[in-house]
C-alpha cells in the first residue's frame, strides 16, 4: 500500500537540524557529546516545539546528569534490553538471514549517497540512519525511518514505559515522520506480542517473558536477544 506524501509544517532544514541532533543524542555519551551541548542547544532552542521540546528536555539531563552515570544508563537501556534496541532491522527480521540481506540494502543507500560508515558502524543504527536523512539523502532516509517506523514506535513505547530520558529523543524522532497509520499501529502490536521473527524452528528465543511493552503486556523483561548486536 502506497503511503501518503508527508507534509510538515516544519522546513526541510529544521527537519535536518531535529534529526541531526537525536543522532547525536543517541551515541553513547562521552566528552565529546558534552562537549558539544553549547552548540547542540543553541540550534535546538529555535526549532519548532514538537522538536524543541523533548530535544531540550533531553538536553537538561545531560546538562545535571554525572557522566558516569549518563554511561550506565546508557548500556542499562540499549544493551541489556532487547524492546530498546537501536538497531532496526531487528525488530523487523530479528536474528534470521533476512536481516544480513537488509543491512546491505541499508549501506548501497548510504553509499550512493557518498556516506562511508566505518568497520564498527551498523548501518540500521537509528543514529546512523537520523544521519543519512540529514546530511546525507533526505529522501531515501524518510522512506528509511517511515518503511521501519514500528520498531521505532516500539523502542519509543519502551523508553516511555521505563521513564527513560531517552524517550524523549525518540519523541523528537517520532515528531518529524508522518501521523502513524492503521498499519503501523497493528504492526507494532503485533511485534509487541510476537517479537521479532526467528529461524530456530522448534525453540523459542523469547522464553516465558514477553517481547510486548507493559501497555500490551502485564511485565517487561529484560532479556538480552539471542544474537542481538550489543
Do not use: I
Request: hydrophobic letters at 40%; a negative charge; aromatic letters at 8%.
Amino acid at each position: 500500500m502506497r503511503r501518503r506524501l508527508f507534509t510538515s509544517s516544519a522546513s526541510p532544514a529544521q527537519l535536518a537540524t531535529a534529526r541531526q541532533a537525536a543522532s547525536l543524542l543517541l551515541g553513547y555519551p562521552d566528552e565529546e557529546l558534552l562537549g558539544r551541548l553549547p552548540l547542540l542547544r543553541a540550534v535546538v532552542a529555535p526549532l519548532p516545539v514538537e522538536f524543541a521540546g523533548p530535544l531540550g528536555r533531553f538536553l537538561d539531563h545531560l546538562e545535571t546528569t554525572p557522566l558516569d552515570r549518563q554511561q550506565a544508563d546508557y548500556v542499562e537501556t540499549f544493551d541489556l534490553r532487547r524492546r530498546c534496541c537501536l538497531y532496526l532491522t531487528y525488530f523487523t527480521h530479528g536474528d534470521t538471514r533476512k536481516r544480513g540481506m537488509a543491512l546491505l540494502q541499508f549501506k548501497h543507500l548510504y553509499s550512493r549517497a557518498g556516506m562511508t560508515l566505518t568497520d564498527d558502524e551498523l548501518p540500521d543504527h537509528l543514529a546512523v540512519v537520523l544521519e543519512f536523512a540529514a546530511t546525507g539523502d533526505a529522501v531515501r532516509g524518510e522512506r528509511l525511518l517511515t518503511e521501519y517506523r514500528p520498531g521505532v514506535e516500539l523502542l519509543r513505547v519502551a523508553l516511555e514505559e521505563r521513564r527513560s530520558p531517552y524517550a524523549s529523543v525518540l519523541q523528537a524522532v517520532s515528531a518529524t515522520l508522518p501521523p502513524v497509520e492503521a498499519a503501523d499501529r497493528e504492526a507494532v502490536l503485533r511485534l509487541a506480542q510476537q517479537g521479532p521473527p526467528a529461524e530456530d524452528v522448534g525453540l523459542d528465543p523469547y522464553g516465558a517473558t514477553p517481547f510486548a511493552p507493559p501497555e500490551f503486556m502485564p511485565r517487561p523483561t529484560s532479556d538480552v536477544p539471542s544474537g542481538a548486536p550489543a
